[in-house]
T-cell receptor
Framework: DSGVTQTPKHLITATGQRVTLRCSPRSGDLSVYWYQQSLDQGLQFLIQYYNGEERAKGNILERFSAQQFPDLHSELNLSSLELGDSALYFC?????????????FGPGTRLTVL | AQTVTQSQPEMSVQEAETVTLSCTYD???????LFWYKQPPSRQMILVIR??????QNATENRFSVNFQKAAKSFSLKISDSQLGDAAMYFCAYRRWGTDKLIFGTGTRLQVFP
């Protein structure tokens, strides 16, 4: 158990819908990262938040957005869902001290878009 | 842009034997980190081993060791005394020093036979 929690574990929805994935980082970790793992794109970095502010952005679609709240939990919002958004979405957290910065991954949320 | 390549989609090994998984990367940076992550059927991403590019000595963690060849941009993982529990997807990942974004390879599926 990495200490990072993600809810829900599984999510099944229809095209065009909107969903919210939730992540709680390890105690003491200020940074949260979102990754997408899909069959065709592999594991891709989406976005990083540090202490409530966006720090880095990767291959995140405009239909997707994220935020980190004052209690440091984070939410990833996916809207206008398409079949290709079906994937495993990982959240990771770290202390985020520049240099030595191990990321601990949550168990993931499996999203299926029908 | 940095890229990570894992040229072996699948590998197999007999229990108690040794196997080596290959990884090459492309970067113009001199300071970076390299990682091997394990993803068992549970889908949890587990850090196996890490290597700092400035360290000449190869990292080892129990039965896991790496062969880091900086000039060749090669970072292979050796698993000794393979166990059934080692069966998983293994991902090689790169992170540039001063950033937090992980760049992953496409993974190698390792099967372990009794």
């Amino acid at each position: 158990d990495s200490g990072v929690t993600q809810t829900p574990k599984h999510l099944i929805t229809a095209t065009g819908q909107r969903v919210t994935l939730r992540c709680s980082p390890r105690s003491g970790d200020l940074s949260v990262y979102w990754y997408q793992q899909s069959l065709d794109q592999g594991l891709q970095f989406l976005i990083q938040y540090y202490n409530g502010e966006e720090r880095a952005k990767g291959n995140i679609l405009e239909r997707f957005s994220a935020q980190q709240f004052p209690d440091l939990h984070s939410e990833l919002n996916l809207s206008s869902l398409e079949l290709g958004d079906s994937a495993l979405y990982f959240c990771a957290s770290s202390v985020a001290i520049r240099g030595d910065n191990e990321q601990f991954f949550g168990p993931g949320t499996r999203l299926t878009v029908l | 842009a940095q890229t990570v390549t894992q040229s072996q989609p699948e590998m197999s090994v007999q229990e108690a034997e040794t196997v080596t998984l290959s990884c090459t990367y492309d970067t113009s940076e001199s300071d970076y980190y390299l990682f091997w992550y394990k993803q068992p059927p549970s889908r949890q991403m587990i850090l196996v081993i890490r290597q700092e590019a400035y360290k000449q000595q190869n990292a080892t963690e129990n039965r896991f060791s790496v062969n880091f060849q900086k000039a060749a941009k090669s970072f292979s993982l050796k698993i000794s005394d393979s166990q059934l529990g080692d069966a998983a997807m293994y991902f090689c990942a790169y992170r540039r020093w001063g950033t937090d974004k992980l760049i992953f390879g496409t993974g190698t599926r390792l099967q372990v036979f009794p």
